[in-house]
Structures are given as C-alpha cells and as structure tokens.
Nanobody, 127 residues
Framework: QVQLVESGGGLVQAGDSLRLSCAVS????????MGWFRQAPGKEREFVSG???????HYADSVRGRFTISRDNAKNTVYLQMNNLKPDDTAIYFC?????????????????????WGQGTQVTVSS
C-alpha cells in the first residue's frame, strides 16, 4: 500500500519561503515520477512541479525560478522549496506518485499520470 503524507504548509506573508515535505511509504521515490500539484478554492487542481527517476525536474511557468523540487532518497521524501511566495500561490498542495519512472514535460503535468495522492497541506500567502 502506497501512502504519501505532506507537511510544511502554513500561513506566511508575500515574499516569504516555505518548504513542503512529502514522506512516501510503499514506493521508492527515486524509481518513479513524483509530482506536486495545488488546488485553490473554486479552481481545478493544477500541476506545480515534478521530478522523474533520472532527477530531471519540470515546473509550471507560474513557479519556475521560485520553486525547487528535490528528493532525499535515504528518507524516501520529496520536497518543494517555495521562495518569494505570492498571494496567488495560496492553495492546498498535494503530493503524488506515478507508477512509471518517466514522463515528458507534458505528461508530467496531467493528474491522470499519478495513481497515489496525499491528503494535502494548506499554504496561505497574505499580501
């Protein structure tokens, strides 16, 4: 059974930083594509960032240059470092794992690419 547990969310001011963590059990994060998504109230879930088995990372245009995805293989954990946060970044952030080791930039952005999801962690950025 694959389980993902996100943590690290909170209430911050614009310009601040947060680091989200996604602890995974039941699947080795270095062997599969992993993704971060977010969902704001009244909006669809959207892709934020992904990392495939080789370590190649993908980012949404809205976060590129501000967010960094990484993983700690020893801890089987994926991180999302978020810098220079903006009010538009306010959302519930979800971690997800795929059953494949590779996806293209386009494929990694699709929610259907991922088969297991965490419960989410709230990020609120005040102006």
């Amino acid at each position: 059974q694959v389980q993902l547990v996100e943590s690290g969310g909170g209430l911050v001011q614009a310009g601040d930083s947060l680091r989200l963590s996604c602890a995974v059990s039941g699947r080795t994060v270095s062997n599969y594509a992993m993704g971060w998504f977010r969902q704001a109230p009244g909006k669809e879930r959207e892709f934020v960032s992904g990392i495939i088995s080789s370590g190649i990372a993908h980012y949404a245009d809205s976060v590129r240059g501000r967010f960094t995805i990484s993983r700690d293989n020893a801890k089987n954990t994926v991180y999302l470092q978020m810098n220079n946060l903006k009010p538009d970044d306010t959302a519930i952030y979800f971690c997800a794992t795929s059953s494949v080791y590779y996806c293209t930039t386009y494929q990694c952005q699709a929610t259907t690419r991922y088969d297991n999801w965490g419960q989410g962690t709230q990020v609120t950025v005040s102006s």
